[in-house]
């Protein structure tokens, strides 16, 4: 498993504001084009770097593809990460924190010590 490039897909796709919509509506693919496309790019760098080495586990690329931020989270994704790019993605779905509400609920079978989000 790569929790770095876990967390690098949820930073830049975060910074995006056309790739947050692209996320939100097609997971999947966005989860796949990104993989193929910017895994081995350095950040703000799209050409400048080329490695083949890293890539998602099955059960990484599965849980970003189902936008399953819980599972994410059992698997040590930094939490900060999820949260920003989830409530950019389906605040407006609800009341005014009303997604940060649904993300504390969905997290609160967790007891310390939580996942270790060190990369």
Do not use: N
């Amino acid at each position: 498993m790569s929790k770095y490039l876990v967390d690098k897909f949820l930073y830049t796709v975060d910074r995006d504001p056309e790739l947050v919509e692209r996320y939100r509506a097609d997971p999947r693919g966005t989860v796949q084009w990104w993989e193929t496309e910017r895994a081995g790019s350095i950040l703000g760098c799209v050409h400048a770097e080329a490695t083949t080495w890293l890539e998602f586990a099955p059960v990484e690329r599965e849980a970003l593809a189902t936008h399953d931020y819980p599972k994410l989270f059992e698997l040590g994704a930094h939490p900060f990460l999820t949260l920003t790019l989830f409530i950019a993605m389906f605040e407006r779905d609800h009341e005014p924190l009303g997604f940060q509400q649904e993300y504390a609920r969905r997290l609160a079978h967790f007891t310390l010590p939580y996942p270790d989000s060190s990369t």
